[in-house]
């Protein structure tokens, strides 16, 4: 119901994010995100995801649905960043719905590395706004 709808205003999204790398980061927010390197735009999406959580804990309908926004938007920043289109994402999804149907998450197991094999990721910091204390 919703797929045609969803992909097409991520993938019109997208292509917004993608035309905005050009764009003078003094009028364009998404030109500056994209200027501030991959830590500030995961910083962002962080945020974002955190405000959603926050919010549905809270009940607060409207504020899901507002964060919401703007975590697909800061979602689609990083995709640009990462060089993945929303095709790419679409095509994994589908890939899954044939293995495991819709609504299941992929096993770990299954992603072609065991957790064995596969080891961890690494972690990485992320820079801070504020500078370390002095003692």
């Not at 764009?23 to 994209?34: G, I, N, Q, W, Y």
């Not at 409207?62 to 640009?80: F, G, M």
């Amino acid at each position: 119901m919703y797929e045609g709808v969803m992909s097409d205003s991520l993938g019109r999204l997208f292509e917004q994010v993608v035309a905005a790398k050009g764009a003078d980061p003094a009028v364009s927010r998404t030109a500056k995100l994209l200027q501030s390197g991959r830590a500030k735009m995961a910083k962002k999406l962080a945020e974002e995801a955190i405000e959603v959580v926050i919010d549905a804990m809270a009940g607060d309908r409207e504020a899901v649905v507002r964060e919401s926004a703007d975590l697909l938007y800061n979602l689609v920043v990083v995709w640009s960043e990462a060089g993945i289109r929303p095709q790419d994402v679409w095509e994994e999804m589908a890939r899954r719905e044939r293995l495991f149907g819709l609504a299941e998450k992929l096993p770990k197991k299954v992603q072609g590395k065991s957790h064995e094999t596969a080891g961890r990721r690494k972690v990485v910091m992320l820079a801070s706004r504020r500078s370390p204390k002095r003692r």
